[in-house]
T-cell receptor, first 110, second 115 residues
Framework: TQLLEQSPQFLSIQEGENLTVYCNSSSVFSSLQWYRQEPGEGPVLLVTVVTGGEVKKLKRLTFQFGDARKDSSLHITAAQPGDTGLYLCAGVRGNNRLAFGKGNQVVVIP | NAGVTQTPKFQVLKTGQSMTLQCAQDMNHNSMYWYRQDPGMGLRLIYYSASEGTTDKGEVPNGYNVSRLNKREFSLRLESAAPSQTSVYFC??????????????FGPGTRLTVL
């Protein structure tokens, strides 16, 4: 059973366009993390959101945690080819265990 | 400061063979984790070690054993490999395992094929 559902699974856009991907769950998490993974490498943490309704910005990336702490979104403004990658959301459980979604594969075409 | 290192990078096994995947971190982290990543399945936790001397099962522990050799090293053993264990294996570490949403730092992965 996948605790976290990410949509869309695959997204291809032109450079300069905006995009939003989603991470949804029926479970409540104490916090949620977003990672980015590039081919042949391990995931790298982008952000941790803790409070319901929280919005965090990382340059052109905006992360939002739902009010009920069950869902999250990632919005990229003016996407660039360097944003290409697999974006993974992960719910944080006891002992810092992470429950990952399957990921959003984003391809930005120059 | 190498972060999290994993050996080997690639491995091909025959069904029934055994092997140990090695992981080491040089960040003085307390907690370490083993995940597998399969197409269409995402990352799934196999085992974790919240602190030196302790290990616990994750979501998919069957067919695996682990050893927290010391604070730096956490190994994953496949006693009798099966084709279903073909996957990319990632080791990760974090400063503390208290459920506080601490950053997990991942190694580069081991790509294992079981024929």
């Amino acid at each position: 059973t996948q605790l976290l559902e990410q949509s869309p699974q695959f997204l291809s856009i032109q450079e300069g366009e905006n995009l939003t991907v989603y991470c949804n769950s029926s479970s409540v998490f104490s916090s949620l993390q977003w990672y980015r993974q590039e081919p042949g490498e391990g995931p790298v943490l982008l952000v941790t959101v803790v409070t319901g309704g929280e919005v965090k910005k990382l340059k052109r990336l905006t992360f939002q945690f739902g009010d009920a702490r069950k869902d999250s979104s990632l919005h990229i403004t003016a996407a660039q080819p360097g944003d290409t990658g697999l974006y993974l959301c992960a719910g944080v459980r006891g002992n810092n265990r992470l429950a990952f979604g399957k990921g959003n594969q984003v391809v930005v075409i120059p | 400061n190498a972060g999290v290192t994993q050996t080997p990078k690639f491995q091909v096994l025959k069904t029934g063979q055994s092997m140990t995947l090695q992981c080491a971190q040089d960040m003085n982290h307390n907690s370490m984790y083993w995940y597998r990543q399969d197409p269409g399945m995402g990352l799934r936790l196999i085992y974790y070690s919240a602190s030196e001397g302790t290990t616990d099962k994750g979501e998919v522990p069957n067919g695996y054993n682990v050893s927290r050799l010391n604070k730096r090293e956490f190994s994953l053993r496949l006693e009798s490999a099966a084709p279903s264990q073909t996957s990319v294996y990632f080791c990760a570490s974090s400063r503390m395992g208290t459920g506080a949403g601490d950053t997990q730092y991942f190694g580069p992965g081991t790509r294992l094929t079981v024929l």
